[in-house]
């Protein structure tokens, strides 16, 4: 009789035995054992199983394999495209903020032409901004700021512009092609010009472009439309001093100048004024305006250009 093999090493050898990897001799010791032993034929019948059935579903299922590298393949994919794309997005906003910029408004110019040639100097204001560069689009040039960084902390610019090309405005100012520079006030003064006296809140607005109320101190108003030539009154609060009477109508004068001609039916304009305790009144009519700058006083609203020539010639900047 055979010496019996114990049950763990016949265990041990179950898998060699299964991929045919043991001799012969071995085999039959083996297959003894599992016809002697339940246990160890019922381990032996388990792992055959599990082995068919591993190869019954490659066999069944192949695709599934594929399908599972495929998609991991596309998840790399995804993740990647995420990551380049989130890369590419953070490099334009760099850019933009630090590189290209972006139009901005705060900054100041000087300008000066001579023979055609314009030259605009400009400095930022924010000192968070330097300048970048500036385009020109519906003859308008516009200039793009962007962030201070170690390569740029320039805030000044340098503009050269050849006025035979045409108006070009900047910072509300203009350049017209025959080199003449227009004054934001006196863009900003025909662009609100009043047909109608009656009209106060456009009355109003013309005030507070010139600085009325800031230069001279606050007033209340009384119309006179009743009867030509139609009259605004402006009725100051504050007292005047003898020392300051001259300046203050001479002022006023030029500001008359600039009500009369951007308010069309305005035939007169008149102020009230205290001074050393006596109520004063002037009265500065549309004649007197054209004694003055020599031309009809409403001739100076029929464009920008001819209101920048009335804010010369009556010394308002």
């Known amino acids: 009789m055979k010496e019996r093999i114990p049950c763990e090493i016949i265990q041990d050898l179950l898998p060699l035995y299964i991929d045919g990897l043991t001799q012969d001799k071995t085999n039959e010791y083996i297959r003894e054992h599992l016809n002697s032993c339940e246990i160890c034929k019922n381990k032996y019948n388990n792992m055959t199983d ?3 059935n591993e190869e019954k579903e490659k066999e069944i299922f192949p695709e599934i394999d594929y399908l599972k590298k495929v998609k991991k393949k596309n998840q790399k994919k995804v993740v990647f495209s995420a990551l380049a794309s989130f890369a590419i997005l953070i490099a334009i906003v760099l850019s933009k903020l630090y590189v290209f910029g972006f139009p ?7 300008m000066s032409v001579a023979e055609q040639n314009a030259e605009i100097k400009g400095q930022i204001y924010n000192p968070s901004y330097v300048y970048s560069h500036y385009k020109i689009k519906n003859g308008n040039i516009i200039i793009y700021g962007c962030l201070s960084s170690v390569w740029n902390k320039n805030q000044d610019f340098l503009i050269n512009y050849d006025c035979s090309y045409g108006n070009i405005n900047i910072n509300r100012e203009t350049i017209t092609s025959s080199g003449k520079v227009i004054t934001a006030l006196a ?3 025909y662009s609100i010009r009043n047909p109608y ?16 109320c800031k230069n001279l ?7 006179q439309t009743t009867k030509e030539p139609y009259g605004w009154t402006l009725e100051f609060t504050g ?7 001259t300046k203050f109508n001479s002022t006023m004068q030029s500001y008359a100048c600039v009500l009369l001609a951007m308010i069309d039916n305005c035939g007169e304009i008149s102020w009230n004024y205290v001074c050393d305790g006596k ?17 009809d006083i409403k001739s100076y609203s029929s464009s920008s250009e001819n209101v920048q020539n009335l804010l010369n010639l009556v010394n308002i900047k």
Do not use: W
Request: charge should be negative.
């Open 50 to 52: 599990k082995i068919r």
């Open 104 to 110: 901005i408004t705060d900054y100041h110019t000087q």
């Open 187 to 189: 863009n900003k003064l």
């Open 197 to 212: 006296i009656g009209d106060m809140p456009a009355n109003g607005e013309i005030s507070e472009a010139l600085g009325i």
């Open 217 to 223: 101190g606050n007033y209340t108003n009384s119309l």
């Open 239 to 245: 007292n005047v001093t003898k020392f300051n009477e």
């Open 279 to 295: 109520l004063c009144t002037k009265t500065f009519t549309a004649e007197d305006a054209k004694q003055i700058t020599g031309n």
